[in-house]
């Protein structure tokens, strides 16, 4: 998880390996579609995907970009909320 959050914030198309609900919710919250499900999907289906985003990984590329954006919108966001918050305390 850690080293898919790390690759992910650093612009390197990443497929992410999904062994837990909180796992594929934290790249969807930002938009970020390209999780598998190792709990739930076919060895055959994740080897496919895989094999699809590595051959599209310049796709790829692009989409981290765009959800690693769009998460940090999201935090800037969160964190106006709580310096206005914090200022009225």
Do not use: W
């Not at 598998?36 to 989409?63: G, M, P, W, Y």
Request: proline fraction near 2%; aromatic fraction near 12%.
């Amino acid at each position: 998880m850690h080293s898919c959050i790390a690759a992910f914030s650093t612009g390197v198309p990443v497929v992410p390996m999904a062994y837990s609900r909180k796992f594929s919710g934290l790249f969807e919250s930002m938009g970020y579609f390209r999780t598998v499900d190792c709990r739930s999907e076919s060895e055959a289906n994740i080897r496919d995907t895989l094999k699809h985003c590595f051959e599209d990984r310049d796709i790829v590329r692009k989409e981290v970009a765009q959800a690693f954006l769009h998460g940090k919108k999201r935090l800037e966001h969160y964190e106006v909320r709580i310096s206005n918050f914090l200022s009225k305390v």
